[in-house]
């Protein structure tokens, strides 16, 4: 457990610095007081993810995702809560005292939580092999000297080595009380029916990390190749409920803020071609681990840039994995370059034949722009052939037509007609038939996949028409909206009952609490209702802010429900229309809190003495004369309560 008023000045502090946390994640542009970017939780290419500083929270208009900096960090990296502030406690260098944990606490944690806490301890005890044990030394630590790796990089990607006893991680893990069940989850033990032993024996190990920087998976070169076995020579982690390659790429931990501040990133294959352009100053730099590159992975580029240079091995099998690559990365929105190295070399080992200084003027001066990189290769192929020429330029007008950004689409196009001597007008065409093709394979797809859910589960409804169920939803929103943002100003002052007494300030927070509570108010939302009572058992003391005692609360479903209300500042603007412009709000207070209450007290009235008179209703048909005249009863108080609201708003129609 951590001590509660830990809990409260991380997330306050964490809230109060959003743009300092959500960055580590996404690039963030300043528009105005706010922040923008495209959304990491949801695939666009206009940016709609919006960071309010001066609010403490984020808000994404296109999927709807909202919270706090804790939310966001949760959210995007799977965290449970506790996890979330221990990273942020980390980041923010807030010292966390947690009780010793017991073999059952850790029996509770959760298999995830379980599953980061191995990983880490793995990669701890590789990287003391690695350093500090004869075997680690002689045959690790001397293939990483061999490769020129320095002791620099060895400690920035935490590289190690895995003995070549059987069960040496076992051993330690059970030593250190860690569960061999989780071993086997992670893949770092392979357990079968006669076998039983650590799956990285005889390796060096490259750790590979999330955006936050835990160890979720790794990969191993072996060092002595046994010819009978044909181990291969990488291995990677298998996939799990931490680990999913296709959506992972080596080093992106180590360069992701040089990839957001240089407005680039080079993709390369190999963990090693990632440490030596580290090693050779250039660190925004990732690697797709030798797995073909994925869709998932172009994503994660995306969020830190638009800018993307490949590089790969100059030899056919380089130029073919390019190929493959740029697709994806064009179908993305991002702006692609592409660097051969001389045939023969891969990045590690061009890297280590030229200085730094060598190193990037070669880059700058050989990286081409896609269209004419692939235009040159495929017509060097087609040797003057003109049916091979035919199908080569299909291929490059593929490439055209998958770009999402028809003024880049456009530019691609009048290059290409240029270097192939072809009309515009006829590779608009073709890129117009590849374009209504791939509109209606999408359509259908989509058409199928509705059709299966809908065989699946005939009752499922859009998750739009599933949150409508309150019908005084909005309205609630409304009043907790007035609660949340000015619930500690002084909304007027009450009369003392003392001639001598000095007057009695009242707040928004205890006008609106005392007018719901009068009429003994209970919304259908039981997240609304929570919201009153934790903000009756709040301690108002000096310095008390509503806003930040919602948006910092400890119940996540608190702060992504303020966050959210918060956040539409602009979208609860009918109230406005009736009372006022948005800009006048705060000094109008006196006029729209007291209307807003009122409204929603009369709204529920009506909602009450509704469901009175169905009830009226059946149970005269069903014959229960012992209910009906208390229930006409209550209906005649409830109507009198209706009179009594409706004279406080003036005798005012509210529909």
Sequence with gaps: MIDHNTVERIVELANGQIVDVISDFVE????????????????????????APHKGIFKCFGCGKVGNAVNFVMEHEQYTFVEAIKYLGDKFHI?????????????????????????????????????????????????????????????KFMLGYSPQQKDALIQEAKKKGYKEAFLEKTGLITVKENFKGDRFRGRVMFPIHSLAGKVIGFGGRIMVSDPEKKLAKYQNSPESEIYHKSKVLYGIFQAKQEIAKQDK???????????????????????????????????????????????????????????????????????????LLPEGEDPDSYSKKLSPEELKK????????????????LLDESKGDPVKKATLIQGIVRSIAIIPDKITQAVYVKECSLMMDISEALLLQEIGKIRNKSIHDAEQRARRERMLRERQDPEQQPVQEKKTKNPLNYDERVVLRYLMLYGEVVLYHDDPEDEDGEEVPVTVGEYIISELRKDDIVSENPLHNLVLELYEKAEKGEGFSAQKFFVNNPNVEITKLASDIIGKEYELSKIHDRFGGVSQEAELLIEHVPKVVTELRLKKTKMTIMQLRN???????????????PIMKEISNWEHVKSHISKELGGRTIV
């Design 28 to 51: 963030l542009k300043r528009r105005g007081v706010n922040y923008l970017a495209r959304c990491p939780f949801h695939d666009e290419k206009t940016p709609s993810f919006t960071v």
């Design 95 to 155: 010292h966390i005292e947690e009780e010793e944990e017991t073999p059952e606490m850790r029996e509770k944690k959760n298999e995830r939580e379980s599953m980061m806490v191995v990983t880490q301890f793995a990669a701890k005890f590789f990287h003391d092999n690695l350093l500090n044990t004869d075997e680690g030394k002689s045959v690790g630590l001397s293939y990483l000297r061999q490769r020129q790796v320095r002791d620099d990089m060895i400690s």
């Design 265 to 339: 990133c080079f993709l390369v294959e190999g963990y090693t071609d990632v440490i030596s352009f580290h090693q050779s100053g250039i660190s925004n730099v990732v690697a797709s681990s030798g797995t073909a590159l994925t869709v998932d992975q172009v994503k994660l580029i995306s969020r830190f840039t638009k800018n993307v240079t490949v590089i790969y091995d100059g030899d056919p099998a380089g130029i073919k994995a390019s190929l493959r690559g740029i697709d994806i990365i064009l179908a993305e929105g991002l702006n692609v370059k592409v660097l």
């Design 362 to 377: 070669y880059i700058q001066d050989n990286e081409t722009d896609f269209i004419k990189f692939k235009t040159k290769l």
């Design 615 to 629: 009830e009226l209703k059946k149970a005269e048909q069903e014959g229960r004369t012992e209910d009906v005249v």
